[in-house]
Every structure is written in C-alpha cells, then in structure tokens.
Nanobody, 125 residues
Framework: QVQLVESGGGLVHAGGSLRLSCVASGRAFSNYAMGWFRQAPGKEREFVAAIIREGVWTSLADSVKGRSTISRDDAKNTVYLQMNDLKPEDTAVYYC??????????????????WGQGTQVTVSS
C-alpha cells in the first residue's frame, strides 16, 4: 500500500503561481511513477503531468505545458507540481497518483494504483 497526501492548494489570482506537493508513505516511493490529475466541477478527471521512476522523463498535458513542471525528490518521498501563470480554467481539485508502471508516464488514470484525497486549487479572474 502507498498512502498519498497532497498539499499546497489554495486561492490565487490569475497569473499567480502555486506549488503542489504530494508526500508518499508505505512502499518504496522510488519504485513508482507519479502523476497529477485534476477534476473540475461537472467534468471528468483529466491528466496534468507525470514523472517516471528516477525522474528521467516527464510528461505534461498540453493545457499546462510551458506553465508547469513536475519533479520528484525520492529522499523526501515527495512529488511536486509547480504551476505558473495560473488561469481560471485551472480551477479544480488536484490529485496525486502512484503507478507501479514505473517507467511509463501514463496519461491514463486506470494505470495508477494509488490516489490521494486531492487538494483544491481555485484561480480567480
């Protein structure tokens, strides 16, 4: 089992920045690929970013590319999502997820085995 706890969400004005964190406990964090997804009210959960084991490859959704980066610190069992130039359409609950497909930066939610509870990000215009 892997337990994931997100933090760093909040209310920010358009153009602002946030850094989301996700701390993992349980099985060896370094063995997992990690992803961030988000879900806005009335919409399906969508992929945001992923980083494979050892952090040698990352993937970002087109909607956040150029504005966001994903990184991991295996010594701290933590994955980060840095989001800049935030837009109102970024408003959503952001979820951290862990995948045992350690070398696949998967876009697909079913590929992820463990999920956090989510952290709310609200961007005002």
């Amino acid at each position: 089992q892997v337990q994931l706890v997100e933090s760093g969400g909040g209310l920010v004005h358009a153009g602002g920045s946030l850094r989301l964190s996700c701390v993992a406990s349980g099985r060896a964090f370094s063995n997992y690929a990690m992803g961030w997804f988000r879900q806005a009210p009335g919409k399906e959960r969508e992929f945001v970013a992923a980083i494979i084991r050892e952090g040698v490859w990352t993937s970002l959704a087109d909607s956040v590319k150029g504005r966001s980066t994903i990184s991991r610190d295996d010594a701290k069992n933590t994955v980060y999502l840095q989001m800049n130039d935030l837009k109102p359409e970024d408003t959503a609950v952001y979820y951290c997820a862990a995948s045992s497909r350690a070398y696949a930066a998967s876009y697909s939610a079913p590929d992820y085995n463990y999920w956090g509870q989510g952290t709310q990000v609200t961007v005002s215009s």
